[in-house]
């Protein structure tokens, strides 16, 4: 079945040092690839998204791309912000039939401190 | 546009009882899903619907179960509630195909005593 593996942390980094969030997936075919977010108390935000292989998704200076070769997409940021503290998942939805859920990793909790 | 709406926010029950927890969509959204967050387990799936059906079912014994309305409003029941029932239950809503986004609640807290 699918899974995703992603560094389980806590990540802790000191404000505008460079952030990377490692995610390896399995599936078969050709997943489309998520980052989710979650700030305290609340539920999961859409940060980025893939949905083919070689694509690039970025957002608030998020960047993350599909690596079919290596089964991989990377969530890096140049500059991070006391802002960007949260939780960070990883997921995929797979191509078969059927699916149409979201299959996440065990999400990545970063801190950045002033 | 008002996004995905859980009631209720929170919810204590003890060891036995049931609960239904209730979930509106974005207007337009027609698929709704369920899924469960733990600290040991993280985010699992629990089911989908689509136009009133159930599209696809995670594994999870069948004392989960749910439903979906014509307007698209989602309930889950939790019958016979044991400790590990305990989660954030977590709602998504979205157009129903595989390449855009769900939009996730807010969430419902229950805690099982």
């Known amino acids: 079945g699918n899974s995703v593996t992603q560094m389980e942390g806590p990540v802790t980094l000191s404000e505008e040092a460079f952030l990377t969030i490692n995610c390896t997936y399995t599936a078969t075919g050709y997943p489309s690839l998520f980052w989710y977010v979650q700030y305290p108390g609340e539920g999961l935000q859409l940060l980025l998204k893939?949905?083919?292989?070689?694509d690039k998704g970025s957002n608030k200076g998020f960047e993350a791309t599909y690596r079919k070769e290596t089964t991989s997409f990377h969530l890096e940021k140049g500059s991070v912000q006391v802002s960007d503290s949260a939780v960070y998942f990883c997921?995929?939805?797979?191509?078969?039939?059927?699916?149409?859920?979201?299959?996440f990793g065990k999400g990545t909790k970063l801190s950045v401190i002033p | 546009k008002a996004g995905v709406t859980q009631t209720p926010r929170y919810l204590i029950k003890t060891r036995g009882q049931q609960v239904t927890l209730s979930c509106s969509p974005i207007?337009?959204?027609?698929?709704v899903s369920w899924y469960q967050q733990t600290p040991g387990q993280g985010l699992q799936f629990l089911f989908e619907y689509f136009s009133e059906t159930q599209r696809n079912k995670g594994n999870f014994p069948g004392r989960f179960s749910g439903r979906q309305f014509s307007n698209s409003r989602s309930e889950m029941n939790v019958s016979t509630l044991e400790l590990g029932d305990s989660a954030l239950y977590l709602c998504?809503?979205?157009?129903?195909?595989?390449?855009?986004?769900?939009?996730f609640g807010p969430g419902t807290r229950l805690t099982v005593l």
């Open positions: 893939a949905t083919k292989a070689d």
């Open positions: 998504a809503s979205s157009f129903g195909d595989r390449v855009n986004e769900q939009f």
């Open positions: 997921a995929l939805r797979g191509p078969g039939a059927g699916s149409y859920q979201l299959t």
């Open positions: 207007s337009g959204h027609r698929s």
